[in-house]
């Protein structure tokens, strides 16, 4: 059993984010998800409504040991081909899911009460939004619990899972957090993460970069440098800090303190994340 706790990728799909129709609110939020339950993310890409970068991309995914959320697409209009790009990155057939043709099918019956009609199946609309629950053959359904429209999960051949979601935020969110708190609730880490930082005035990165990888050597904690040249408080600082396990970050942020008074830099107000 892998005991390594997974890392998180998230891509975003749309020309309308690239173009600045409409502005990226999944990035920020995912952030929010993953911070909330101790966990991060570790990379993210944005890419347009074209097949050929989506599969590219995909098969990057299906080929890593990730965990990756993808936003967007995977909806039944011709500008939407998360679906397809899916299918074609794993190299397998595309079908419709039996559960989600009667998630789907409920839906519309709950539509049709709704008006005051009786749902016909064989309706040509009615039968296009089928084309909804097309998912890659061997994928299992992520339920939607705004509109009963479900998402999809796959694995790739590499281990990792990329979990498919609408593009709306409305339910892309809820069906993420549903997953994080799910399969995923074993890995949350409240109160295992740490960062603590301090404000640093007078130096620069380049002399501390040496005390940066030392910490880095001896302690089991990763070293971040924010560095600012304009902030409306602090002025040109360095916020410079550590994370990892609180243990860890206890002795090297003690140890990354003492030596920076070694500098003859002012230090400002320090940080806990």
Known sequence: MN???????????????????????H?????????????????????????SRITDALRDA?????????????????DDHTRQ????????????HPQARE??????????????ETHDTARPDNVHRLNMGVFPVGASIIPNPYNKIPGFSCVGAGGSTVHFVPGFPVMAWPMIESLLDGPYAHWHRQGLWQERSVVVM????????PLMERIERE???????????????H????????????????????VLVLELNGFGVELGPEMVQ
Do not use: N, Y
Request: hydrophobic content about 50%; charged content about 20%.
């Open 85 to 96: 790009c899916a299918a074609a990155a794993l190299g397998v057939d595309l079908a419709l």
């Open 62 to 78: 299906f080929a890593g040991a990730d965990v990756v959320f993808c936003c967007g697409g995977i909806g039944a209009t011709p």
């Open 27 to 51: 990035l920020p939020k995912v952030i929010e998800l993953l911070q909330a339950r101790g966990l991060s993310l570790a990379w993210v890409r944005c890419i347009g409504d074209d097949r």
């Open 3 to 25: 005991l390594k706790t997974p890392e998180f990728g998230l891509i975003i799909i749309g020309d309308e984010i690239l173009s600045g129709k409409r502005a990226d609110k």
């Open 103 to 116: 998630l789907i099918e409920q839906r519309m019956r709950d539509l049709a009460a709704e008006r005051g």
């Open 202 to 209: 007078g130096a620069m990165e380049a002399a501390l970069t």
């Open 235 to 254: 002025g040109r600082h360095i916020e410079l800090g550590v994370k990892g396990e609180p243990a860890h970050v206890a002795v090297a942020f003690q």
């Open 219 to 233: 302690h089991p904690v990763k070293v971040f440098s924010l560095p600012s040249v304009d902030h409306p408080v």
